[in-house]
């Protein structure tokens, strides 16, 4: 899973730091490479930031999974959901509005 052609929709684009888009990229490939089953093909992250704190979770249905990601002294904290979705052929980072 999660390696078909990686596609961003516009507000992605728009809104999400292409920094922060490869960070998720790169935590994706992480988690395909360490499960022993596939990942769902639904895989969420919300970013809850405040303060100059920046906590990102990252969770899946099935089989259960979570980790969050904590960076502190950030200039502009995001406050977003973003949706990764697997259709085998492709991989989409969309907002969780453009669902």
Known sequence: MFQGKRMITRGVADTIP???QMFL???LDELVAKMAEEPDYLQVFE?????GN?????????????????????E????????VIDDVEHCTMLLN???
Do not use: M, T
């Not at 920046?54 to 950030?74: G, L, S, T």
């Not at 502009?76 to 949706?83: E, S, T």
């Open 18 to 20: 292409p920094e922060v």
């Open 47 to 51: 970013f809850s930031g405040e303060n």
């Open 25 to 27: 990229w790169s935590l």
């Open 76 to 83: 502009n904290p995001l406050q977003h959901k973003i949706y």
């Open 97 to 99: 509005d453009e669902y």
């Open 54 to 74: 920046q906590p990102i979770i990252h969770r899946q249905e099935n089989p259960p999974y979570q980790a969050i990601y904590q960076f502190d002294k950030v």
